[in-house]
């Protein structure tokens, strides 16, 4: 899809060293890493709370997912709504720090929350 010229948003959890392979299959692309971050409180709320998850998986990444920092974008979801979070506004939430990749230099994308 992104070779026919189409943007995307890839929401995948990388915690078991899948990053080299992702900026590898997308190094053609002008990618850019967005972290989702939110407190473990409000992380294993939501994850009780949607039904569809086995719970422990949240408290289990928590510690790992951002490790190594590579995060053009953070957004804190803890008290904004998707969208607030998107326009980088709204109480508790939205867009923090500053676009650091540059065209075709290729970055992935992971994040809980």
Known sequence: ?????????????????????????LSTFDVHLVGVFAPL????AREAGRG????????????????GGEDAWKVDTR?????????????GGGVRGEHQSGGGGGRGGRGTG
């Open 1 to 25: 899809m992104a070779q026919q010229g189409n943007n995307l948003i890839v929401d995948d959890v990388l915690c078991n060293g899948e990053m080299p392979e992702y900026l590898e299959l």
């Open 79 to 91: 008290g904004a709504s998707a969208d607030a979070c998107a326009e980088g506004s709204g109480e």
């Open 41 to 44: 409180e409000v992380l294993e």
């Open 52 to 67: 569809d998850r086995a719970i422990g998986w949240a408290r289990g990444q928590n510690g790992i997912v951002h490790r």
